[in-house]
């Protein structure tokens, strides 16, 4: 599958610069690559009303627990955003 970044995914992801989230995101990155289904990606679940929204949760710790935002089309996926679980809103 094809990974297009949004800017405000990037940026996000800059602003929060913690190590762990980021290799667990190139781990994520990585899966997302070699997939050829949304069976193979690990952790993905479909939000509810939304045609093509997708998320992944990603815990770090006890305290910290993160969204991964996708949207995905055909083979191609794009990171829409990133957040705390307490402060992600799905849609903006």
């Known amino acids: 599958m094809e990974l297009i970044f949004r800017k405000?995914?990037?940026?996000?992801?800059?602003?929060?610069?913690?190590?762990?989230?980021?290799?667990?995101?190139?781990k994520i990155f990585i899966q997302i690559e070699k997939a050829t289904t949304?069976?193979?990606?690990?952790?993905?679940?479909?939000?509810e009303n939304y045609a093509h929204y997708h998320r992944i949760r990603i815990r770090i710790s006890e305290t910290r627990d993160y969204r991964l935002v996708l949207t995905i089309r055909k083979n191609k996926v794009w990171v829409e955003h990133i957040a705390l679980a307490s402060k992600i809103f799905y849609k903006n």
């Open 38 to 47: 949304l069976a193979e990606i690990g952790g993905l679940v479909k939000l």
């Open 8 to 26: 405000k995914f990037l940026r996000e992801a800059r602003i929060i610069g913690n190590k762990q989230l980021a290799l667990q995101l190139n």
